[in-house]
């Protein structure tokens, strides 16, 4: 075997005809990504119901939409580094499973209160609840992202990949739906039952968690870690001759010379010099789309009301009502521009490219955003003048999802190398994530000066249109290929490694 020649193993994946196991791995760990996004949006529509039962009358000043919107989304920080780094130390099957069952358990505890129900008790064990769930939420970004990029073939690895993270847009719509009939259930009780909707709509976040749980045990290690990490020849080969039903012979001497080699660390020049430009461009990009990302949807409802399209000023004794609305719009927005947007990314992602698409993506929405900001006094003039408003603001949702929303997410999982690939997604992820909780501080901060919030949003995407030119174009390539875990410049006959290993 050639030095640094690919695997037989992961030849068989790289070609591989899609597969009703593809699918089933795109569901199973795509339902990791509808529970992500309905666990984190699902807060930011109940937080009114929770400051009207809680705090009446304006007692608790500005900080608990803040406070509730940004735990959670401080949690994923740390749980992206740590469940990164033990994905590639531990298997990423392994550490998959633990996610899941974190999340579940922080979903359904979310709805609960210790002690007396109190302001401070509820808020104190809602918050405590939604870190440890951000931390699971954390995770599973890293292992997701990793273990289907290590499953798909070359030619369908970014559909694949994008395909698991549209399920998140299918999260911010259920996410909507749930709150807004929950709400209508109760819209004509007391609102002393104002606790049972939100627990309600909070709990019901750990059912998909539940149900993709088996499943997701019985997915195999991916054959990258088994062979390139473990050194496991027999198991990667069998493993993925049952997945792709196919006879793979294992390849002992193979995984034994790529063990004896030397292989640098996250901390040592040589990553440095091969993937430290890398590493520093997906990460500013992942904080600059979250910057932008996580501000205008966790707080779309303060936003819209400023432009009065969203009226909730003569509900204010009936929470329930103001919900409803809170949810409706939510769900228009999602299902009208956010989903469309991921569709798109599924469509286009393997024949466009993935930096394109980012810099397509980061260029719109910088143009929707300053036709947005410039002229903003006028969309307050006029109450007509409220739709054009939603429509240039859902565009921007579109191109984030058509954009840079996906590809941050599917980039770092093929750039780096196995045995650092979950722990480097994890890093990006985490650093994304740390732009997530600044956006919703800056909102809070410039809640009152929307117009140069969205200035400063307009900055942060030609910062990422600048760091998206350093990045590398993968599409088409093998992970090992575009790591340099193979020959430079090595090309694979898929129709001649068929037949060798038939």
């Given at each position: 075997m050639a030095r640094n020649q690919q695997l037989r193993v992961l030849q068989a994946l790289d070609v591989a005809r899609t597969q009703l196991y593809h699918f089933m791995a795109i569901v199973i760990a795509g339902m990791g990504f509808f529970t992500d996004a309905y666990d984190l949006f699902t807060i930011s529509l109940v937080a009114d119901l929770i400051d009207h039962r809680y705090y009446p009358d304006g007692q608790r000043g500005d900080y608990l939409p803040v406070l509730i919107n940004a735990v959670s989304l401080c949690g994923t920080v740390p749980g992206q580094l740590v469940f990164g780094w033990l994905g590639d130390k531990m298997g990423r099957k392994r550490i998959y499973g633990v996610t899941l069952l974190l999340m579940i358990f922080c979903s359904l505890a979310s709805g609960f209160t210790f002690g007396k129900s109190t302001n401070k008790s509820v808020v104190t064990t809602l918050?405590?609840?939604?870190?440890w769930l951000g931390f699971s939420i954390g995770g599973d970004y890293p292992l997701s992202a990793t273990i289907m990029s290590e499953y798909a073939s070359k030619r369908t690895r970014g559909a694949f990949m994008a395909a698991v993270f549209a399920m998140q847009g299918f999260g911010n719509v259920a996410a909507g739906l749930v709150g807004t009939i929950t709400s209508a259930a109760f819209v004509n009780s007391s609102q002393d039952k104002i606790d049972y909707v939100w627990r309600i709509v909070l709990m019901f976040g750990a059912i998909p968690a539940l149900l993709t749980y088996y499943w997701r045990m019985k997915m195999p290690e991916t054959a990258r870690y088994t062979a390139l990490i473990a050194k496991d020849a027999k198991m990667a080969a069998s493993d993925m001759s049952a997945v792709l039903h196919m006879p793979i012979v294992p390849e002992d001497d193979g995984v034994n010379e790529l063990a004896s080699q030397d292989q640098y660390g996250l901390f040592s020049s040589e990553f440095l010099r091969r993937h430290g430009l890398h590493l520093l461009s997906t990460a500013v990009c992942w904080f600059v789309l979250d910057v932008t990302f996580y501000s205008l949807n966790m707080f779309m409802k303060d936003i819209f009301t400023k432009v009065r399209l969203l009226d909730i000023d003569d509900d204010l004794l009936k929470p329930f009502k103001r919900t409803i609305r809170i949810t409706g719009v939510h769900t228009a927005i999602a299902a009208a521009c956010t989903l469309p947007g991921y569709f798109f990314a599924v469509a286009f992602i393997d024949r466009i490219g993935r930096v394109k698409i980012q810099l397509l993506g980061f260029t719109m929405m910088t143009v929707f955003?300053?036709?947005?900001?410039?002229?903003?006094?006028?969309?307050?003039?006029c109450n007509?003048?409220?739709?054009?408003?939603?429509?240039?603001?859902?565009?921007?949702?579109?191109?984030?999802?058509?954009?840079?929303?996906?590809?941050?997410?599917?980039?770092?999982?093929?750039?780096?190398?196995?045995?650092?690939?979950?722990?480097?997604?994890?890093?990006?992820?985490?650093?994304?994530?740390?732009?997530?909780?600044?956006?919703?501080?800056?909102?809070?901060?410039?809640?009152?000066?929307?117009?140069?919030?969205?200035?400063?949003?307009v900055g942060c995407n030609l910062v990422g249109i600048m760091f998206t030119l350093l990045l590398p174009e993968t599409m088409g390539k093998s992970l090992e290929e575009i790591t340099g875990e193979t020959e430079e410049g090595q090309t694979l006959d898929d129709e001649a490694t068929t037949v060798n290993m038939c």
């Open positions: 918050c405590f609840f939604r870190f955003q300053l036709c947005l900001a410039i002229p903003y006094p006028k969309w307050l003039e007509r003048n409220k739709y054009g408003f939603a429509v240039l603001y859902g565009f921007t949702f579109f191109f984030a999802n058509f954009g840079p929303n996906t590809t941050t997410f599917i980039l770092p999982a093929e750039l780096f190398p196995a045995r650092l690939r979950s722990t480097c997604h994890g890093i990006s992820g985490a650093v994304g994530k740390i732009g997530a909780v600044v956006g919703v501080f800056a909102f809070h901060l410039l809640r009152n000066q929307f117009r140069t919030l969205l200035f400063v949003l």
